[in-house]
């Protein structure tokens, strides 16, 4: 197998972390991340958006004209239920007549972008790859979000001028920690440079991931846990002033000093900006109340969905050899051929699904390969 054989299966696998190819993921609820797929033979246009999991578009729908969306969150399989009117999923029967807390989009229906175009789109000839918004999910071209799209190692996530709007706090964070044009270089190298956390003595420890606090917290937590003449306090002694440094409402202080900025268009984000949101109590409220809690969970992000699935790559290759060393040669002879059987097998899956899906895109400048380098 080439290496570019080898590069899209591991995204087929990063993309379908957590997904169980045999059985509905009905019954676990609605999951904080799975591969969802559209059956456009069960559910046409005019119909209600509806979406399956991995097994049902495996076992339910085959043969049927299926649409990759990638990932969604809190999503649950619709596959079965009265949006399909009579066809009933093969998988788990048991199922309420709809799922009251999925959202749907467009996508749904092969539609993509604020020009509600379909990918590829036989009347446009560049066929240019999409972008994803981490907070409405829906894809869109660079020429189509009002803001150039910006080649940086530390760029992560891009949310929609549309989002931005409806979650208008975030124009004070993008005045400060998005990526443009003009604080491209300083932003990543600040993403390049390891940011500080406080460890149990107050000491300030190099840390990498999407749970760095910012260094003026962690500069709060050394004046909180600090004597006034540079002597380390004991928890007991620190007073509730010095705590309330550490509870102040970052929101409020980056309004103070927010610099003028345009607020139109989309936004880039670089991978640490989850972690400067504010975590006081009335951010958090404001987050539910704009429908955006997720943008505080570490396990929200792609990455974190792709390095799942590394390891669960990793943990079952593991296993394998586990149990077949306490097989004679003949049976770990049979084991390995089943294997080879079962991983070609899905190979097949995969480039077929790859051949007829209707959106082939990712993310832009977002990628395991590139964020090891």
């Known amino acids: 197998m080439d290496q570019g054989a080898v590069?899209?299966?591991?995204?087929?696998?990063?993309?379908?972390?957590?997904?169980?190819?045999?059985?509905?993921?009905?019954?676990?609820?609605?999951?904080?991340?799975?591969?969802?797929?559209a059956c456009n033979t069960c559910v046409q246009s005019g119909m209600d958006p509806?979406?399956?999991?991995?097994?049902?578009?495996?076992?339910?729908?085959?043969?049927?004209?299926?649409?990759?969306?990638?990932?969604?969150?809190?999503?649950?399989?619709?596959c079965g239920?009265?949006?399909?009117?009579?066809?009933?999923?093969?998988l788990h029967t048991d199922k309420e007549g709809q799922n009251v807390k999925n959202s749907y989009n467009h996508n749904y229906f092969g539609r993509y972008c604020s020009c509600d175009r379909p990918y590829p789109d036989e009347d446009d000839r560049v066929n240019e790859e999409m972008i994803q918004c981490i907070v409405c999910e829906d894809w869109f071209h660079e020429k189509h979000l009002q803001a150039p799209a910006v080649d940086c190692e530390a760029l992560m996530e891009m949310i929609c001028g549309r989002c931005m709007t409806r979650a208008p706090f975030l124009w004070t964070y993008a005045a400060h920690f998005a990526v443009s044009?003009?604080?491209?270089?300083?932003?990543?190298k600040e993403q390049t440079n390891a940011n500080v956390m406080p460890d149990e003595k107050g000491k300030c420890l190099r840390t990498s991931g999407h749970d760095m606090p910012s260094a003026s917290l962690c500069s709060q937590l050394e004046e909180a846990t600090s004597g006034a003449a540079g002597r380390m306090s004991s928890p007991d002694s620190v007073t509730a002033q010095q705590l309330s440094k550490v509870t102040k409402c970052v929101l409020n202080e980056l309004k103070a000093k927010d610099a003028a900025s345009p607020r139109a268009g989309a936004v880039f984000w670089p991978y640490f900006w989850r972690a400067k949101l504010c975590t006081c109590t009335d951010c958090k409220r404001m987050y539910v109340k704009m429908g955006v809690p997720f943008l505080l969970d570490e396990s929200d992000t792609l990455l974190a969905h792709e390095e799942k699935a590394k390891a669960e790559t990793l943990t079952s290759?593991?296993?394998?050899?586990?149990?077949?060393?306490?097989?004679?040669?003949?049976?770990?002879?049979?084991?390995?051929?089943?294997?080879?059987?079962?991983?070609?097998?899905?190979?097949?899956?995969?480039?077929?699904?790859?051949?007829?899906?209707?959106?082939?895109?990712?993310?832009?400048?977002?990628?395991?390969?590139?964020?090891?380098?």
């Open 50 to 78: 509806a979406g399956v999991c991995l097994a049902c578009a495996n076992t339910c729908h085959d043969g049927h004209d299926i649409c990759e969306l990638y990932t969604k969150r809190n999503f649950r399989c619709d």
């Open 7 to 37: 590069d899209e299966l591991y995204e087929a696998f990063a993309v379908l972390a957590g997904s169980d190819p045999d059985h509905c993921s009905y019954p676990k609820g609605y999951m904080k991340r799975q591969a969802v797929f």
């Open 317 to 373: 290759e593991e296993l394998l050899l586990s149990c077949i060393t306490s097989l004679n040669h003949v049976q770990q002879l049979e084991i390995i051929h089943q294997y080879n059987d079962l991983k070609h097998e899905l190979h097949e899956f995969l480039q077929q699904s790859a051949n007829q899906r209707k959106v082939k895109m990712r993310i832009a400048s977002m990628s395991v390969t590139e964020k090891n380098k």
């Open 181 to 188: 044009p003009v604080n491209k270089e300083s932003l990543c």
């Open 81 to 90: 239920n009265e949006k399909f009117h009579g066809f009933k999923c093969k």
